[in-house]
């Protein structure tokens, strides 16, 4: 086989697997419905390294305001736990994402649980979020994996359960204005957690808790 014919073979099978990556962002597919809107949502890199599709009023000041209304983290659409992602993975998720969300907004604000239990005079923000997927999926082929040979190979795991997994977890938010019912912010984020070895390994909320770290510290950010 002559070198034109290798570089050839190489640059399709790139393409080929490229192509199968693992998205970094939800797909308009995989929107849950739990927003108001989608619509301007913008990919961007978040201060820790991630990227999300967001839409951000012009007039957003996060120093506008002194309170959040925030209950939790809601499921949605309603959970349909299996062998894999169980419900107690499910409500330890939220909870944790829950803590951490409040302990967060709570350097700036107070936090409130609905608008009601905001004193008098307060300027507000709703917020509202959700854990609308948890799922884990196969790797996207490697670039090493572009000869031939692995290429197959690595197909073959994949098809029989043997190939590593990312574990994914989807999360819609927006920002409400409490005065003007106006919404300021809007979030649709995709984060990883750690890979697993195969199709069989149960997902666990720790697979997520370094990512639901960084994902807070963008959310300390947004609000600095």
């Not at 709703?126 to 197909?155: C, D, F, H, K």
């Not at 997994?165 to 912010?185: C, F, G, H, P, S």
Request: net charge positive; glycine share 6%.
């Amino acid at each position: 086989m002559n070198l034109s014919r290798n570089l050839f073979i190489g640059a399709a099978l790139t393409g080929v697997l490229l192509s199968g990556c693992t998205s970094k962002v939800t797909e308009k597919e995989q929107y849950s419905g739990y927003l108001s809107s989608y619509n301007n949502l913008q990919e961007v890199e978040t201060p820790s390294g991630g990227t999300a599709m967001r839409w951000v009023s012009p007039s957003w000041n996060p120093n506008a305001y002194d309170t959040v209304a925030f209950t939790k983290l809601e499921l949605y659409p309603a959970p349909k736990p299996n062998e894999r992602v169980n419900q107690q993975t499910l409500t330890d998720l939220q909870s944790y994402m829950t803590s951490k969300a409040k302990a967060t907004l709570g350097t700036k604000y107070r936090i409130v649980p609905n608008t009601a239990a905001a004193p008098a005079g307060s300027k507000t923000l709703v917020m509202r979020a959700a854990i609308t997927g948890v799922s884990a999926s196969n790797e996207g082929m490697q670039w090493y994996e572009i000869l031939p040979i692995t290429a197959v190979v690595g197909a073959t795991q994949a098809a029989t359960g043997h190939r590593d997994q990312d574990t994914e977890m989807y999360i819609e938010a927006e920002l409400v204005d409490a005065k003007t019912n106006q919404t300021v912010a809007r979030v649709v984020r995709k984060i990883f957690g750690k890979s697993l070895e195969n199709e069989s390994q149960k997902v666990t909320a720790k697979d997520f808790k370094v990512a639901i770290d960084k994902l807070t510290s963008d959310l300390q950010a947004f609000i600095r």
